[in-house]
């Protein structure tokens, strides 16, 4: 990497941004990525057939990949770093909806000046609500060491995805981000968050229940994303033991989810046996591809 004799800062920024079927608001994505980026990679799921909004952008900073599959999220990302520039001493992953702030890049290239950090991040907030999805994440120190952080404005060093490697498609789409930052740690470098930097962020269908005076927020995925939740958040508790405070904190996740499924999910029926099985599969290493959407590509 390029370095001042003062400064561990990448001085070429890309950006790899992941779409499935993407709506209007990709476009706006792109023009604010471009902002702080010299090129934008646009590594596009939507099937082969089936229009998409991606086909639309018309830039010469802006490369389209369409695979003509679903190839999860590790397959879409996976591809955008394929086709990197040669030149690019850092990465920052975005999602379809996810609009970057002003100087939101600026506040996380300014991490990299430790050349410690090899990742680092913004604190998510509901798209619609502006809310902390992690409770209490505001006391948190402005820069805070993390097992991991959510792929939506991730900022990596170029180095870094060097030294660890890909994204893990056999994951396809759940804890591809938190094996990917726990792998970056097991490696010797810093995964971080910053508080003080925010990015409107969608993670799902979510709705509150009342339960007396508390208020319970459930995301009601389909059957198939409970099975892989549960699978390779207990993969990664096996693989990193070590990790003692994301083993923790992934079996409560995990306990809270079923229970929370079981009793609020109108498709309880259907997700909680996805998640029975995912745990028994996670246990065991082993998957099952019924288990993917419709018209999926594995590549595990």
Not at 131 to 156: C, K
Not at 268 to 277: D, E, G, H, I, K
């Amino acid at each position: 990497m390029t370095q001042s004799p003062h400064s561990a800062e990448p001085a070429t920024l890309a950006a790899v941004v992941t779409a499935y079927h993407p709506d209007k608001r990709l476009a706006a994505v792109i023009d604010a990525a471009l902002a702080s980026c010299a090129a934008v990679i646009v590594a596009d799921n939507t099937p082969e057939g089936s229009p998409s909004l991606a086909d639309e952008l018309d830039d010469p900073r802006v490369l389209v990949l369409r695979s003509g599959h679903n190839r999860g999220l590790a397959g879409a990302l996976n591809l955008g770093l394929d086709h990197l520039p040669a030149d690019a001493e850092a990465v920052l992953f975005l999602d379809q909806d996810s609009v970057l702030p002003a100087e939101l890049v600026t506040g996380l290239l300014a991490h990299l000046q430790d050349p410690a950090i090899g990742v680092v991040g913004p604190t998510p907030v509901d798209a619609e609500t502006g809310g902390r999805y992690e409770r209490g994440a505001e006391r948190h120190e402005t820069l805070d060491d993390r097992p991991s952080i959510i792929t939506s404005g991730m900022l990596v060093r170029r180095a870094c995805l060097d030294t660890v490697g890909r994204f893990r498609e056999d994951f396809f789409v759940d804890c591809v981000d938190t094996d990917f930052c726990l792998r970056v740690r097991r490696s010797g470098s810093r995964v971080v968050r910053d508080a003080a930097l925010v990015l409107p962020h969608s993670i799902g269908s979510g709705r509150d229940h009342r339960v007396g005076p508390l208020t319970v927020r459930v995301l009601h995925y389909p059957a198939w994303r409970h099975y892989w939740i549960a699978r390779n958040g207990l993969v990664l508790s096996r693989e990193f033991a070590g990790e003692r405070s994301f083993v923790l904190t992934n079996a409560l996740f995990t306990a809270r989810w079923l229970v929370v499924t079981a009793l609020f999910d109108e498709r309880r029926r259907s997700s909680v046996p996805a998640v029975l099985q995912g745990l028994a599969h996670g246990l065991t290493g082993r998957v099952s591809r019924r288990r993917l959407p419709a018209g999926a590509e594995y590549a595990g």
